[in-house]
């Protein structure tokens, strides 16, 4: 490292340096360790799909991207890359291994090492934040907020260690909420210490290609171990296409400006920005193993409607959550295309959503055409309508 090994947190807000902020190689290296947390989910879910078995994806879930976002929002402030930095990366990074590790039983045998290991990433956190604390004092009522909302999850999620199920998984939730609305209600904090306006969408960017990545895999796998079919290979280059259209629609919409509203002290529509990210990265891992099923099932007359309903369902969610963040990026200067291109896939996911209650009678192929054609058409119409807007500006 070619700066002291050890260096006090410092404010990053981004503004006063006049260049845009890129993530590091330890948050790059740190990312990979989730690869191989939403691995794990994606297979959990692949070997119950069920309602049973959704249910436990989203609670398990939901606590590991939590801690990517802790860390995240953490580095995005104070991070300096320094030689404690990378010490209590390195812990987070094991514990979120033991997550991984713990997640196949992660409700039943394996819940009390699932808790422990959470609370464990979860106070790696809080010491990060009470330093920066101590070396930032314009961001001590924020931390002050931060820790305190942190330290009473994590006391839910301890406590649940002598509780039984399913009053354990139930303070889960309890702990999990409280972390996630900490933060409402400090708009007038957020007015002075703003999150770096690029550095916070990359993050979040590169996490939803995690996930992206993963139903590429989920699509490889399934190929890989089907037999060379006409069929199999129609739905796999569907499911491909589905991927991809997801990759345009997000990427072409994903932008700073929600972080802008922050600067007026709107932390409401930052936050629906930001945890909408939590529902999309669920989809997206759920859709990759919707695909996989449907290639394994794609010579079948068929599709179990349990099957047909995580496929529909996780592509539904997939539109609707792309619509509310396309929305929130447009919210700032009230542009009514961006609305009209959020109609567009809100039209989409309503689609594929009826398609998931009454297409029953749909063989495998159909269905997957039929919805991939949706997403198709949401790219389409998402171009005709940015290049029709770019016409009438030059006019």
């Known amino acids: 490292m070619n700066k002291k090994l050890w260096q006090p947190p410092r404010l990053r807000i981004g503004e006063d340096r006049g260049e845009e902020r890129r993530a590091t190689w330890l948050e790059l290296f740190y990312d990979l360790i989730f690869v191989v947390a939403i691995a794990e989910l994606a297979h959990n879910l692949s070997q119950n799909v069920s309602l049973a078995g959704i249910l436990g994806f989203v609670a398990l879930f939901t606590p590991i991207w939590s801690c990517w976002l802790g860390a995240t929002f953490y580095a995005t402030l104070f991070d300096t890359d320094d030689l404690s930095d990378r ?35 979860r106070s790696i956190l809080i010491v990060q934040f009470l330093i920066a604390k101590y070396h930032v004092p314009i961001a001590r009522p924020l931390l002050n907020r931060y820790i305190l909302g942190f330290s009473l999850g994590a006391s839910f999620w301890l406590l649940s260690l002598f509780v039984p199920a399913p009053w354990r998984f139930g303070l889960w939730a309890v702990g999990l909420i409280v972390e996630f609305i900490a933060p409402l209600g400090t708009g007038h904090f957020a007015t002075q210490i703003t999150p770096d306006i690029s550095h916070m969408p990359e993050r979040l960017g590169l996490f939803t290609m995690i996930v992206l990545g993963e139903s590429v895999a989920a699509v490889v796998r399934g190929v890989a171990q089907k037999e060379w079919i006409f069929s199999s290979t129609v739905v796999a280059l569907l499911g491909m296409s589905i991927a991809f259209s997801f990759w345009w629609l997000y990427f072409d919409s994903i932008d700073g400006s929600p972080l802008e509203t922050m600067k007026e002290g709107k932390v ?102 039929l919805v991939a054609s949706a997403c198709v058409l949401a790219v389409a119409l998402d171009l005709f309508g940015k290049s029709r807007s770019q016409i009438i500006s030059q006019e």
């Open 268 to 369: 409401n529509i930052f936050l629906t920005w930001l945890y909408s990210h939590l529902l999309l990265a669920m989809g997206l891992a759920a859709t990759g193993v919707a695909v996989e099923h449907m290639i394994f099932k794609s010579a079948v007359n068929v599709l179990p409607d349990n099957e047909r309903l995580l496929f529909c369902g996780a592509v539904t969610l997939c539109l609707m959550i792309l619509a509310v963040i396309n929305l929130t990026t447009c919210i700032l200067e009230k542009k009514r295309q961006g609305k009209v291109l959020s109609a567009y896939r809100l039209g989409a996911g309503a689609f594929v959503l009826c398609l998931g209650i009454a297409g029953k009678s749909l063989t495998p192929v159909a269905l997957i055409a």
């Open 87 to 121: 010490l209590l990366t390195l812990l987070q990074m094991i514990l979120i291994a033991a997550l991984a590790v713990n997640v196949h039983h992660g409700l039943s045998s394996s819940a009390v090492g699932f808790a422990i290991t959470y609370v464990g990433a």
